[in-house]
């Protein structure tokens, strides 16, 4: 069974400033982990995967994210916020083999000016 | 990245009727596609694996038979909810991978469905 947890429902920070949003996974093989960013309304925009490789992933809008085999961690960071990166950011796993995604619960960010 | 699209994005229907909603990708094939449910402020439920050409593998919960899924072409699947109430409200939204297991699922834009 895969399972994702992300233990922040809200994460609030200046405009400016870093961001880190939190997310543990568990699986019984290899993840493969995934985050998605969601604005209102609307569907779920790809940010950056880890498959295998590089601990330190990079993806879109200036967002990276650290996987951490033995804290089963894939935390995303931003060095600088935008007030548009205020929006709801999901974490997803997959297991080795397995299509289907399981999505951590969400977190609300928001950026203020 | 790949573009997968849904149609309609907004849906308003009185109770008892019938809904379908459209999912495509526009500039890949897919195999496989997902459908979730999401309620407001909440993560995504996956509904079920829609797979072309054979039946649709519905999630622990989801009744088959009101949410009918139809997987037609390489680039689209149906979801079609019959008999609509109030509680089916919600926002919908599909996925398909790219390719292998490895690759990116991408995502439609979502259907808002309103069942008066």
């Known amino acids: ?113 | 990245g790949a573009v997968v699209s849904q149609h309609p994005s907004r849906v308003i229907c009185k109770s008892g009727t019938s809904v379908k909603i459209e999912c495509r990708s526009l500039d890949f094939q897919a195999t496989t596609m997902f459908w979730y449910r999401q309620f407001p402020k909440k993560s995504l439920m996956l509904m079920a694996t829609s797979n072309e050409g054979s039946k649709a593998t519905y999630e622990q919960g989801v009744e088959k038979d009101k949410f009918l899924i139809n997987h037609a072409s390489l680039t689209l699947s149906t979801l079609t909810v019959t008999s609509a109430h109030p509680e089916d409200s919600s926002f919908y939204i599909c996925s398909a991978p790219t390719g292998t297991h490895t690759d990116t699922q991408y995502f439609g834009p979502g259907t808002r469905l309103t069942v008066l």
């Open chain 1, 1 to 113: 069974a895969q399972s994702v947890a992300q233990p922040e429902d809200q994460v609030n920070v200046a405009e400016g400033n870093p961001l880190t949003v939190k997310c543990t996974y568990s699986v019984s093989g290899n993840p493969y982990l995934f985050w998605y960013v969601q604005y209102p309304n609307r569907g779920l925009q790809f940010l950056l995967k880890y498959i295998t490789g590089d601990n330190l992933v990079k993806g879109s809008y200036g967002f990276e994210a650290e996987f951490n085999k033995s804290q089963t961690s894939f935390h995303l960071k931003k060095p600088s916020a935008l007030v548009s990166d205020s929006a709801l950011y999901f974490c997803a796993v997959r297991d080795t083999g397995d299509y289907k995604l399981s999505f951590g619960a969400g977190t609300t960010v928001t950026v203020r000016a």
